[in-house]
């Protein structure tokens, strides 16, 4: 046998369709995962501007108690478990491998797996809003005995979030092993893009914390259908037991959600303003330490419950400051002396430090246990959650999409269209959660469908619901943008924003196969290296 | 250049400290509007660290935010020529943990110690009320024999006012003295949110909590539940009255008249 004839696969052509569905490509299925959770982006949205109408005026009969109850449920499961989470598995799918300069994930089909368990838990979720008794309705973090009343649509939103976790589960030990063990000759640990690190621990938290979600997620399946008594005192369980295993999970998954956010504004930040990332070590142990003393301050939620031990809880949660004021110095330390352009994907970042900021801050009041007293479980707390998850996750969702869509799709989203975007979007998120904080300390609690006129909420209301809108027309320009990227040709330079990291080290759009060739990796920047001619460290 | 840098470095720390100075003055005009200051001792006092945080709070804003747009507008790009690759040192890597360091554990001193001073027990002979939550108002049970000052601890049966969504009920308890509530459900969790006490606790099934306020304010002040219960949790709303203790005593009495009448346990409708 002297030669084996290797069939070419070069002349057969899958079905666009079927090449979509059936790819293992991680760039392709980064691309889905961008499609599937911005489409639920929109979705979690329109709830958000339901919400708003609702709350716009006193004593207001737009939705009733009932619809209210599980639009703002599904609000925040759409906005969390559909959008915030998996939009970080996409920018990560498609961004990981090519920072660290590999060809794929470490397993590509597990990695298809991932992706391919969200539509149907998106599917089922939503579903609920079929059936009798209607969709989830006890809020996102259904707590025990109230889930116990729900409808059918509360077992799919169980097993649809049950999927999500497996998807997070797996995904995560794809990216650990992928950052372990395939990272580029030269690439130490401490040459890793800031987003990789980012990443990494996100990885950690989600193989650690979801678990311990899927079991409480089982256990109150089978309260709620098989007769356990997992959380019911009559029959020897324990109704604050939900809660300490719930947010065993979803205090780390608030990291979760926002790690790969600061890694992404991190990415930005150096390269807007021609320095490297100030402190970038400081960087990486202070994203670790988030994510260590993420696991140890669950109880910060339960403040009010009485079966927490205050101290302890409280201290913790002081002590997550700190690593989260270093990375504000680490980003303010990168403007300082730097050479600053505000174009858009920067301008969004800059977002996310400023709105971030506030939400550290305000956080902080949450944390002083007797201040907590009053402030829990009212719209005070509604304003920190959206400013670090809106002022911070969405911005740097904003800021990766302007500032890789050249990479991605090879065109570039117009300038103007994304400052008028940019524009909208930030007086619109003042306006809608800033008043949230007054509200709260005048005493409106969170989850309340309708208030009394003689409560004085209404104006700081009708101000957030204007806002809300203010948010939502702000996505015009944005989808116009898109659009017209769309109809232009793909005639853009590889690396438009001179970017440092090796995902601009090959074509954009990139090749299947990634890279033809890799620069030397001597630094956590290998292409402001090579433009120095190798000695720019 | 260092002595330039250095005038811009102080101007930079004159400007921040009048900044946060102005925030300070106008905060000490609002205060009072910014979160009401609360009917109780213990309110006033878990006012008092709330102020203490918003200080704190105002003035790393003030600081972060200013060397933000500071930085924003002092180096924004005017030429292609490459700032200095600055990566960071030791010894201001030591100043981005120390800082946030003291400042978060000073909060945490002082959260303690108003965590320590509003936690006093209640005294065996205080006014008991004990606080049912169910979906979708409220119970309030007076035990006759343990009604605090004036008590007759020969006296039997208890006084409940029990409300619907509909007709909210009301809370009366006296002024000037310790009152401990008990509170228990046996539906799913309730929050007892009264917003002029600046606090909130939780009703669980299959748990008793309890807590004790001294309000020093007569009046009626509107409260609700605070935790998702259901479809009318929003309408779980319940009014406090504050009174003195002779009027308290006299509405204890013309209640239990009341409900030795009719037999049955009585609703009382809100004004």
Known sequence: ?????????????????????????????????????????????????????????????????????????????????????????????YFVPLQIGAADMAFPRINALSFWLLPPAGILMFSGFLVDGGSANAGWTAYSPLAQQAGVGMDMWIVAVFMLGASSTIGAANFLVTMFRMRAPGMTMFRMP??????????????????????????????????????DPNGGGNVVLWQNVFWFYSHPAVYIMILPGMGIVSEILPVFSRKPLFGYKAFVF???????????????????????????????????????GVKIFNWLGTLWGGSISFTTPMLFALGFVSMFLIGGINGTFSAAVPVDFALHDTYFVVAHIHYVLFGGSVFAVFAGLYYWFPKIWGRMLDERLGRLHFTFMFIGFNLAFFPMHMLGLDGMPRRIAVYSEDAGWETLNMISTLGAFTIAVSMIPFLIAVVWAFMRP???????????????????????????SLPPVRSERPLFDARQNGDGH | MRRVLLRRGSRLVAVATAASLLALAALGSASAAIQPGGITDEARKMHDLFIIVLIFALVVFALVGGALVYALIRYRRRDDELPPQFHGGTRIEVLMVGIPAIITIALFVISMITLVDIDDDADPDDLTIEVTGFQFSWQFAYNLNDLGLNSDPNAEGTLAIIGTPSAEPVLVMPVDEAVEFVLVSNDVIHSFYVRDFLYKLDLIPGRQNDFTVTARETGDYRAQCAELCGLNHSLMRFTLRVVERAEFDAWIAEQAAKQRGDDAPLSVQAP
């Open chain 1, 286 to 324: 202070a994203t670790i330490a988030i994510g260590a003393l993420g696991f140890s301050v669950w109880a910060h939620h339960m403040f009010t419950t009485g079966s927490v031990l205050l101290p302890f809880f409280g201290f913790m949660t002081f002590m997550i400051g700190i690593p989260t």
């Open chain 1, 194 to 231: 800031i987003f990789c690190w980012t990443m990494l621990v996100t990885a950690l938290l989600q193989l650690l914390a979801t678990p311990v979600l899927a079991a409480a997620l089982a256990m109150l399946f089978i309260d709620r259908n098989y007769g356990g008594s997992f959380f």
């Open chain 1, 1 to 93: 046998m002297a030669s084996v004839a290797i069939p070419q696969l070069s002349g057969y052509r899958r079905p666009a369709v079927l090449d979509w569905i059936m790819t293992v490509d991680h760039k392709k299925l980064g691309i889905l995962y961008l499609y599937f959770t911005l489409f639920f982006f929109a979705v979690g949205g329109i709830l958000a501007l339901l919400v708003r109408t609702q709350l716009s005026v006193a004593d207001s009969t737009f939705v009733g108690n009932d619809a209210y109850n599980q639009i703002f449920t599904m609000h925040a499961s759409a906005m969390l478990f559909l959008f915030i989470i998996p939009v970080w598995a996409g920018f990560g799918n």
């Open chain 1, 490 to 516: 793909q005639d853009q330079p590889d690396n438009p924003w001179e970017g440092n990291t090796l995902e601009w080290a090959t074509s954009s759009p990139p090749p299947e196969h990634n890279f033809d």
